[in-house]
């Protein structure tokens, strides 16, 4: 779980420049019409949005992990 938490609490880290280097090659593909791999990687860069999205919206790194621990309590 630890791992888990380290990989919530700092999603900025690696969101950001996921989407950066998805987006890229996304866009690249796309243009190249190998549209399988460009929607592959445009599907990596919306899930990496979502995942910074949530760390905004949920107040932060300390606020994310506690979203976590508290949906993880409701559901035992």
């Known amino acids: 779980m630890d791992l888990t938490f380290f990989i919530i609490k700092y999603i900025p880290f690696w969101s950001v420049p996921s989407i950066i280097i998805a987006g890229y090659f996304c866009y690249l593909y796309w243009v190249k019409d190998i549209r399988l791999i460009a929607v592959a990687f445009g ?5 990496s949005f979502l995942s910074l999205g949530y760390w905004v919206m949920s107040g932060g790194p300390n606020q ?3 979203q976590i621990l508290e949906f993880q309590k409701q559901d035992m």
């Open 43 to 47: 599907m990596t860069a919306f899930i």
């Open 64 to 66: 994310s992990v506690q």
